[in-house]
């Protein structure tokens, strides 16, 4: 009975001993290792680099008075020029707003001269973008013109002033009143423009 008792005891231990012993690795594959820690990956996004400190931004006018405009951005970096705002409309729409001089600032207005190589002159660009796109040269004359006032008004006017008071003048190179022979209009150059008060209209 005695012998029986050690028998067991044995037998016990050795099944005691048997389940402290790590499984071994099935089909062939190695045991993970042991006592690994978890540790917790943190993945940053990359940050947006910082504009420049000196851009700024403005806003394009794309319209016509008549049908009324929408806006778009524009950034832009150091002093505000019109030059800047109508290379931007150009830029935007893709027409090409090549100035035949830069633009005439004085008391109360501007004059804006467009080159003869121009949009304006030659008709729009082939192909056109879709949002911007005009059907006839007389929709394209007038959106570019308004656009171009309108963009200037609202850059250089600051509320609560009205932009209207600025007033934008147009002529050709040369000195001559600004003139469209294709739709047979024109536009005195000692008057402010406004598309409806062309001769011809």
């Not at 008004?153 to 009205?162: A, S, W």
Request: hydrophobic share 35%.
């Amino acid at each position: 009975m005695k012998k029986l008792a050690i028998l067991f005891a044995l037998t016990l231990c050795v099944a005691l001993a048997g389940c402290n012993q790590p499984a071994p690795p099935q089909d062939g594959e190695p045991s993970a290792p042991e006592d690994i820690p978890d540790v917790d990956v943190i993945i940053t996004e990359p940050e947006d680099p910082a504009p420049p400190a000196n851009e700024q931004t403005a806003t394009l006018y794309i319209g016509t008075k008549a049908n009324g405009f929408a806006e778009y951005p524009m950034t832009y970096e150091g002093e505000l020029t019109a030059e800047k705002l109508i290379q931007g409309i150009a830029d935007l729409t893709g027409w090409d707003l090549t100035l035949a001089e830069p633009v005439v600032s004085g008391k109360g207005g501007m004059s804006v001269c467009l080159s003869s190589e121009s949009t304006l002159f030659v008709g729009p660009p082939d192909p056109q973008k879709e949002e911007f796109h005009v059907y006839d040269v007389g929709q394209l004359a007038e959106t570019i013109l308004d656009s171009i006032q309108r963009t200037l008004q609202k850059g250089f006017v600051l509320e609560p002033g009205d932009p209207e008071n600025l007033d934008i003048w147009y002529f050709m190179e040369g000195e001559k009143p600004l003139e469209l022979p294709i739709l047979g209009l024109s536009w005195p150059i000692d008057q402010p423009y406004q598309w409806a008060s062309a001769d011809g209209n």
